[in-house]
């Protein structure tokens, strides 16, 4: 499965971005997908996880009750709705696709976008 992240920007502290995750080729319903990201000079973490079903979710503590991950099938779309956002928010954020199991390890996913640019300003 072929992943398109998009959506990220420059905005300042205390707004809001909202990030796709579209697939080509493959139906996106049938993975889970995470999102992870990666800041400089810092390895790559996990940010939020949805199940193949959208029943099952999972955060970084770091971005509880800020941050939202949902699916929508009928666009093979995953997203991820970024509120409160902060300097330590800045980072490339990646998705990623897996059929083996929901999972907040990196390791365990298959699928890999091409990563999408967060900058925060203070």
């Known amino acids: 499965v072929q992943l398109q992240a998009s959506g990220g920007g420059l905005v300042q502290a205390g707004g809001s971005l909202k990030l796709s995750c579209s697939a080509s080729?493959?139906?996106?319903?049938?993975?889970?997908v995470g999102w992870f990201r990666q800041a400089p000079g810092k390895e790559r973490e996990f940010v939020a996880g949805?199940?193949?079903?959208?029943?099952?979710?999972d955060y970084a503590n770091s971005v509880k009750g800020r941050f939202t991950i949902s699916r929508d099938s009928t666009k093979n779309t995953v997203y991820l709705q970024m509120n409160s956002l902060k300097p330590e928010d800045t980072a490339v954020y990646y998705c990623?696709?897996?059929?083996?199991?929901?999972?907040?390890?990196?390791?365990?996913?298959?699928?890999w976008g091409q990563g999408t640019q967060v900058t925060v300003s203070s």
């Open positions: 949805i199940s193949w079903s959208g029943r099952s979710t």
């Open positions: 080729k493959r139906l996106l319903s049938n993975y889970e």
């Open positions: 990623a696709a897996d059929k083996s199991g929901f999972t907040t390890s990196l390791t365990q996913y298959d699928y």
